[in-house]
């Protein structure tokens, strides 16, 4: 000791320094007598710089000297001090390091007996002194007896033979200590209760072509889908019986997919299984429509089918959904899903539905075209004009006011935004019906009349927006073709030959001048034309729109003016799953 020290009065008024280390890693597995010697032996070491015996401490502790040698004794194992000696009691701690620390040292001399009966129980095998430190070392961290352990080494090896790893073993074992099975008393009645179950168990695994005896996972098994799911053993094995591939494992599978589906029955599995390879069925067709490959096709199934399934949508519906995703080049379940999400939001899920939902789109399609007609715009509707039609709509205007502010903006600049100015203009105003407006408009033509007069007639209005699609849709397959030609430089090249050979034919033949050469050249430029074609596979009816209907070239009324009965056979006298497919496929050039 050195020549200054603490006075007792100042040890008193000082603290005790306790590792992280040692109440993280070791407290928790001592109980409340075995921390207060050791808490009291750190005091000691810190503050207390004069003799103190082991009868002192005995005493302060109100234990015994025994009691505290013994619990000192116990910290020893795991090395966070030692026992320097016993007269006079002297003990040295060490710091606890959490990377030097031990676990309890394992005192392998009362293990003696237990060697003897498991190597008695495996005498083909000759048990490694590795082995048996691993058998202590789960005894000792899961308080497991010999006597208990010898059980389960009996059972293990009466399960897989004498060359059984040690590891499997063990891993019973820690199985069972995690349910809280530990003594002697307790393993066997858990082998008992094994041994009443191996009957249910060994039927299910017959069930499945399967002759290997039942392991300890495969009882716990049983009692999950028996005690908690709540199936019968009858069910269990016919389910089973279904499926041969995949072991227990597989079977857990679909048993939990029937409970979180309710099925507890023969018959409802069997429907359930059969309504599921149907589904599954429906979405192979719909990823061939939709040009997709399903690596794994129950993950389509489960994310998106069965979901729009739920939804209300039927099987051909959403065939024909699909068919229509691809020609609007959503070829894709998530480009589809956000079609169907769209859809269920508007309250469009039956096939009546869907036909009713498009007519709508079409006829405003064709309205909108009629928009950009009266304000002196050539072109196609596109999305930004249907867009702009919603819009004034919201604002309350009728057909009519929109088609008189369109008229307003003939010979703009920037049409679409100027009717908007003036719709605005007008809503400001309160001005909403035609006669409200403070100029008078120009007097109805017989052509304004007449199409106002067809507007009103719902069921013609109705032909002409499905023909109106299906001639652009006829066109939209011409021009496709036509500037799949004009993409080979040789062939607008020809083309454009062709144009001004037929310009100089036409010249010579109004002044009377000599067209052979014109002519012949001509002839030589389309045999040219024929060739170019064919070498894309192409022909000349092909880049000029084809109609369905040769009667009324797609006009859908006839020579007479009476509706062409075309309209009958595809729309009026079809089937719901028909109709709905010629909907679809006429609208197709409508982005939804």
């Keep these: ?22 109440i993280t890693k070791y407290m928790p597995m001592a109980d409340g007598d075995a921390v207060k010697v050791y808490l009291f032996g750190l005091y000691l070491c810190q503050n207390v710089q004069e003799e103190y015996t082991l009868a002192e401490a005995a005493r302060t502790l109100n234990f015994t000297e025994e009691k505290v040698a013994d619990l000192f004794r116990f910290w020893e194992d795991f090395d966070l001090l030692e026992i320097v000696s016993m007269q006079p009691f002297s003990v ?14 394992i005192r392998t001399e009362k293990y003696t007996e237990f060697n003897k009966a498991v190597q008695s129980l495996m005498p083909k095998k000759m048990i490694s002194a590795s082995e048996f430190m691993k058998y202590f070392a789960v005894m000792e961290e899961y308080s497991i007896k010999p006597e208990a352990m010898l059980l389960i080494v009996r059972y293990c090896v009466d399960l897989k033979g004498e060359s059984i790893p040690v590891n499997y073993i063990l891993q019973v074992a820690r199985n069972f200590a995690a349910e809280g099975v530990t003594t002697v008393e307790q393993i066997e009645n858990k082998l008992s209760d094994y041994l009443v179950k191996s009957g249910d168990i060994s039927a299910v695994l017959r069930a499945m072509g399967s002759s290997k005896k039942a392991e300890p996972d495969d009882y716990k098994l049983l009692k999950k889908w028996t005690d908690e799911f709540g199936f019968e053993l009858p069910v269990i094995t016919y389910t089973a019986s279904l499926y041969k591939k ?3 494992a597989k079977l857990d599978e679909v048993l939990q997919e029937l409970y979180s589906n309710k099925k507890f029955t023969e018959s409802e599995i069997k429907e359930y299984l059969s309504r599921k390879t149907e589904i599954r069925n429906l979405t192979l067709t719909i990823a061939k429509e939709l040009g997709v490959y399903c690596q794994v096709i129950d993950t389509y199934t489960d994310n998106f089918v069965s979901k729009w399934l739920a939804a209300g949508y039927e099987d051909s519906s959403l065939v024909q959904l699909a068919k229509y995703c691809f020609r609007r080049e959503r070829k894709s379940f998530e480009r589809m899903d956000e079609l169907i999400g769209k859809l269920v939001s508007l309250g469009v899920v039956s096939a009546d539905s869907i036909i009713s939902y ?7 399609q064709e309205f909108a075209g009629e928009v950009l007609k009266a304000a002196g715009i050539s072109r196609r509707v596109n999305n930004w004009d249907r867009e702009c039609l919603r819009n004034w709509r919201s604002w309350n205007f009728s057909d009519e006011m929109i088609l008189k502010a369109a008229e307003t903006a003939v010979g703009k600049a920037s049409p679409m935004p100027y009717i908007t100015s003036v719709l605005s203009s007008w809503k400001s105003k309160g001005i909403f019906a035609p006669e409200q407006l403070a100029k008078e408009q120009p007097r109805e033509t017989y052509f304004q009349k007449q199409q106002r007069e067809e507007h009103d007639a719902e069921f013609r209005k109705k032909v002409q927006n499905y023909y109106f699609n299906l001639r652009e849709r006829a066109r939209d397959i011409a021009d496709h073709y ?49 060739s170019l074609l064919k070498s894309m596979q192409l022909t000349e009816e092909m880049l000029v729109p084809s109609y369905r209907c040769k009667k009324c070239n797609d006009t859908g009324f006839d020579k007479n003016g009476n509706v062409c009965s075309c309209y009958r056979e595809f729309v009026e006298n079809a089937s719901d799953e028909k109709k709905l497919a010629n909907i679809l496929d006429v609208y197709s050039n409508i982005d939804l």
């Design 1 to 22: 000791m050195g020549f200054c020290s603490y006075s007792k009065e100042f040890s008193l008024s000082s603290y005790t320094g306790v590792e992280n280390q040692f």
């Design 92 to 105: 040295r701690y060490f710091p606890a390091d959490y990377a030097k620390g031990k676990p309890k040292r």
């Design 246 to 248: 995949g072991g227990l």
């Design 358 to 364: 498009m007519e709508n789109e079409a006829r405003e």
């Design 482 to 530: 036509l500037k799949r030609a004009r993409s080979n430089e040789a062939f607008r090249k020809n083309e454009e030959e062709i144009k001004s050979t037929e310009i100089k034919l036409a010249k010579a033949e109004a002044l009377g001048g000599d067209t052979s050469e014109s002519a012949a050249a001509l002839k030589k430029l389309k045999a040219e034309r024929a």
